[in-house]
C-alpha cells in the first residue's frame, strides 16, 4: 500500500489521570506560523505508570478566584527576574512545594485531563 493511501486510525490512546513522575524539565523557545519567537514554554516530561514511553505534560489546572482555570506553563519572569507570583507555573510550583524548577524534578505530581482528553498536571 502507498503512504498516500493510508487511512486515519480509529484507535484512540487514552491515560487516565494517575500520579506521574516529574524526570526532565525542558524550556524551549516557542514559535509562531511565521517563525517568531513568542515565548518560552515549560514541558514537564514524566514517567506513567505502567508505561515504558515518557509523556510531556505542559499545561496545568488549577484554582483561580474561585474557579478552575487550565493554562499553559510559560516560562517568563518580572521585574526582579523571578517567576511571577500569579502565573500559572507559580501556582503549580506553590501547589509541588517547590521553589524552582530544579526542584520539581523527581517529584511525583497529580494529573488530570483536558477538554481534549490529553494529561496536564493538577494544582488544586
Known amino acids: 500500500m502507498e503512504k498516500e493511501e493510508v487511512g486515519i486510525g480509529t484507535k484512540k490512546e487514552s491515560l487516565?489521570?494517575?500520579d506521574?513522575?516529574?524526570?526532565t524539565v525542558l524550556v524551549e523557545m516557542q514559535k509562531d506560523k511565521e517563525q517568531r519567537a513568542i515565548g518560552e514554554k515549560v514541558t514537564l516530561v514524566c514517567q506513567y505508570p505502567d508505561r515504558a514511553k515518557p509523556l510531556e505534560i505542559s499545561k496545568v489546572q488549577y484554582l483561580k478566584d474561585?474557579?478552575?482555570v487550565i493554562h499553559g506553563l510559560w516560562y517568563k519572569?518580572?521585574?526582579n527576574g523571578m517567576i511571577p507570583y500569579s502565573s500559572a507555573l507559580a501556582?503549580?510550583?506553590r501547589y509541588e512545594n517547590c521553589k524552582n524548577l530544579k526542584e520539581?524534578?523527581?517529584k511525583k505530581i497529580g494529573t488530570t485531563t483536558d477538554e481534549n482528553g490529553?494529561?496536564?498536571?493538577?494544582?488544586y
Open 16 to 18: 487516565t489521570a494517575k
Open 20 to 23: 506521574v513522575q516529574v524526570e
Open 66 to 68: 474561585k474557579k478552575i
Open 77 to 79: 519572569v518580572d521585574e
Open 91 to 93: 501556582h503549580l510550583l
Open 104 to 106: 520539581i524534578k523527581g
Open 118 to 123: 490529553f494529561l496536564i498536571a493538577k494544582a
